[in-house]
């Protein structure tokens, strides 16, 4: 039993001392360090595309080293799983596309009385019959009700309704104002003189006629 154990040693023993062998196991050795190395170079890149702080990177690459090159792919299954699951890229990507969504959801237009969607060309809402949108006069386009003048032809909305508003005030009769007390006496006495002269113009012509009546 002891010749066969001594015969298996050292065909063995003759096997690995091949000089092919040791220089096989010896490239072997430097390929496994290597990778090892570059295990913690990936942990340490792919942390820096994960997070922003900057020391966990060389955590993850100072966890990969100690596992040291006999036990580090155990080291490399850890990091998978503590890692962030998403890249910064990939949550930046994701915020774009939640704010491109919000956008096009506030880009939709609601009534302001009924909050239900209604067309940038209607000029009344058809569900509740709020007042969206004018003509302007001038170039027949619609203009927002709050705008002060059209973007189209220029037309200034607030100076055309003072226009409009002026010829109204124009035709309101004026009110004559009274004559000044001196003017007022001064047209009483001419009236009581032309009264008087009047009076007698006419006694003078019955006297005459009093006269030619008698023989």
């Known amino acids: 039993m002891d010749q066969i154990v001594q015969q298996v040693t050292d065909a063995i023993g003759g096997f690995f001392d091949n000089p092919i062998i040791q220089l096989g196991i010896q490239l072997f050795a430097v390929y ?11 942990a340490f890149r792919d942390m820096q595309l994960r997070s922003d702080n900057p020391v966990l990177p060389y955590l993850s690459a100072a966890l990969i080293v100690l596992f040291t090159p006999l036990l580090f792919p155990f080291g490399v299954i850890v990091y998978r799983i503590i890692r962030p699951q998403e890249k910064i890229g990939e949550v930046y990507e994701r915020n774009l596309a939640e704010e491109a969504l919000l956008a096009e959801v506030e880009a939709l237009k609601t009534c302001p009385s009924c909050n239900r969607r209604i067309h940038d060309e209607w000029i009344i809402c058809p ?9 302007c006069a001038n170039c027949g386009r619609l203009v927002g009700l709050d705008w002060s003048l059209c973007a189209w032809c ?52 019955q006297g005459a006629s009093g006269q030619t009546s008698e023989p």
Do not use: H
Request: contains cysteine.
């Open 154 to 205: 220029g037309r200034d909305f607030e100076r055309a309704d003072i226009a409009a508003l002026e010829p109204m005030s124009d035709a309101r009769p004026e009110q004559l104002e009274p004559p000044p007390a001196k003017n007022r006496g001064r047209s009483a006495s001419v009236r009581d003189s032309a009264s008087s002269r009047s009076a007698s113009a006419t006694s003078m012509r």
């Open 127 to 135: 569900t509740c019959r709020t007042r969206l949108n004018r003509v």
């Open 32 to 42: 496994w360090v290597i990778l090892w190395l570059a295990a913690a170079y990936w």
